[in-house]
């Protein structure tokens, strides 16, 4: 796991994205950080809309910006960090979209899962066991 200087900047960036967020409707405002294996950091907030299904999480847009930066691989961590008072976790369809990014430069990444007081930390493996990756397509 890394060590705390490695996970509070990462914290403080998902935080700092949590700002961008567009929360209208939920009032809870989510950012997310995620940092590769050659120190770039891709942030993303939340994105609410009128239509509820067509909704973004915070680690959605970022693995969607990450995506199109060419990231492709080497997902070494994530932060997530909520507008409630306790960590949050990534929801069931983002740990799938994070573990995608994942599998494709085989890492398990860590995620530290934040509140504005505390930060706790899984591994993604931990947190979705016997994910559905490309290698189940074959």
Known sequence: ??????????????????????????????GAALRFADGTVVTGANVENASYGLSLCAEAAAVVRAMNEGHRGGLEEVAVIGSGADPVTPCGRCRQLLFELADLGGTDPVVWCASDEEAVSARLSDLLPRAFGPGSLG
């Open 1 to 30: 796991m890394s060590d705390d200087s490695n996970r509070d900047e990462l914290v403080i960036a998902a935080r700092r994205a949590r700002e961008n967020a567009y929360a209208p409707y939920s009032d809870f405002a989510v």
